[in-house]
């Protein structure tokens, strides 16, 4: 069912805080006859997480929701424990799935133990979830000893199986960094390895449907519920290349951009383990321009700062692509009088300022930044002249030397990206157009899950057109994992054999170490 078309603030308040732990259940919600399926067809997950509390998720959905016709609210009831068997509660309670929001449910747990795993799961209808394991960070002042993150991004549905996460599974992770690129909004693919259902992704009804779709994979479900994810978006969650405002360049036209955009924003809501604070104003305010509030900050103890960025929603559009279309092209700067423009922004003032701010205060340790794409400048032209895209930071020249420049006073920057589908580790410059400018941090740009790159002719060449970076990869797809110790990082490249297979094997492609106090990554 498409949610109405307006809600406001007071309402929104009301179901984001049912949906967080009912605190708003209206007559009726609370008894309601047995379930003959199971509703969980999505499955579960967490994220967000701080020392006291993480974000528990799910949305019921399927025919399961029969007696009530899709229109009423369901109770749900969650439970968190100390062990799997669920004879130690830490925490329980009752929230409602309203069919505003798909029937989502974003609880949000407090008066957790710091640096502690739990586990949780739900009943509705007398009906009980698979059981998910999430955790607490440890508090801002412990002496934490090591952090183990995966990060990913890029899981085209038509390219290929999540095969990827399965062997995620065994890494032994606190947490996973999704960077963008959860759900893709084509109808079909050049030699589809399967085809996804509903064409072109359009309406709020077309992304809930899209996003259900990707959740019923068995191997992306069970990361899920292995341990908490903390997530961002990039372009195709909304339209191939759009930029803040602007439409993109994929599928047929729509009259109202924003609201689509905002169709599409409400329904990543409804699908991420993310806290209700994220929707800053209403649903309905999404349609006029809203923000959805994804930038963050979390502490790892003593040993890592958390942020995760948001470089779509915010940004500029593209300037000097071919045509004036819209989007992404290859541009040769020195015909772009507009590429230096130092007032163009891909983060956004607010965001750049929050940023800066974050970074002039950040605590002894690693700090890590999770956003969406390829960092470095990446000439694309081999030997004289340049060629840039314009849709990455090499677009926004000037706000990527604002960053590098607040990144100076930050503790051993760490960024990661995604976007790009290729494996990408290297060196983050103070200048980039002075090849003597000194490193000031690293970082790991990765490959998709499953999306193709049109680049594996060109990865050798660019890469040594492009000395600042020490490796690259355009063939392999798969994740990465980094671990955060006092002295060291050590990331590995994880790559699958083969996206056609489901059960394709995993490889490790390269690892590489960085030692604490110095920007300089080394291969092992």
Known sequence: MAAPAALDRRRLLQLAAASAGGLWLPRGARSQARLAENPFGSGVASGSPHHDSVVLWTR???SALAPWSGLAPVAVRW???HDEKFARIAGSGEAQAVPELAHSVHVEV????????YFYRFVAGGVASPTGRTRTFPADGAAAQRLRLAYASCQRWEHGYFSAYRHMLGEDLDAVLFLGDYIYEYPNAANPVRVPSGGWVVTLEDYRQRYALHKSEADLQAMHAACPWLVTWDDHEVQNDYAGTQAGDSGPPVA????RRAAAYQAFYEHMPV???????SVAGLAAGAEVRLYSRQRFGQLATIMMLDGRQYRDPQVCSRGGKLGSSEVNPAACAAWNDSGRTLLG?????WLDGELAQSAAGWTVIGQQTLFGRRDNLPGPGQSFWNDGWDGYAAARGRLAQSLRRAPNPVLFGGDMHENWVGHVKADYSRPDSPAIGVEFCGTSITSRTSGKAKAAERLAENPHFIFADAQRKGYGVAEFTPRRLTTTLRVVDDVTRPDTRVETLARFEVEAGRSRVERT
């Open 79 to 81: 439970e968190v424990a």
């Open 349 to 353: 003032a607010a965001q750049e300022r």
């Open 275 to 281: 806290r209700a604070s994220v929707l800053t104003q």
């Open 256 to 259: 109202k951009f924003l609201a």
């Open 60 to 62: 019921l959905m399927g």
């Open 110 to 117: 407090p008066g957790l133990q710091p640096d502690r795993w």
